[in-house]
């Protein structure tokens, strides 16, 4: 399957971004979704995930309350909502598919290209 992460950009402090993450190839519904971010100078590091059906979701400490993972399988899509951003959240956010859901990247067979996000003070 191939990912195309999208919806980026820059953002104040306190406000809000969507980003998308497009799925082709093969059935995007057989798969879990995980979104990652690195930031400059760190590893990349877990932000959420949604299991193949959207009932069951996973989210990092650092972003739960703020963040919201959904998918709409029949536009073979996730969505990855940012409310109340932080400049700590700025980073280069990947979306990942997988057989499973999990917090580590190692179950996930497949990558996005990376889409920048950047919060200002």
């Known amino acids: 399957v191939q990912l195309q992460a999208s919806g980026g950009g820059l953002v ?3 406000g809000s971004l969507r980003l998308s993450c497009a799925a082709s190839g093969r059935t ?3 798969f879990a979704v995980g979104w990652f971010r690195q930031a400059p100078g760190k ?3 877990f932000v959420a995930t949604i299991n ?3 009932y069951v979701t996973d989210y990092a400490d650092s972003v739960w309350g703020r963040f919201t993972i959904s998918r709409d399988n029949a536009k073979n899509t996730a969505y ?4 109340s951003l932080k400049p ?3 980073a280069v956010y990947y979306c990942a598919a997988g057989p499973s859901s999990s ?3 190692g179950p996930y067979d497949y990558w996005g290209q990376g889409t920048l996000v950047t919060v200002s003070s």
């Open 52 to 54: 193949w059906s959207g």
């Open 88 to 90: 700590e959240d700025t």
């Open 80 to 83: 990855l909502q940012m409310n």
């Open 12 to 14: 104040h402090t306190g």
């Open 43 to 45: 590893e990349r590091e």
């Open 28 to 30: 995007f519904r057989n």
């Open 103 to 105: 917090r580590n990247s």
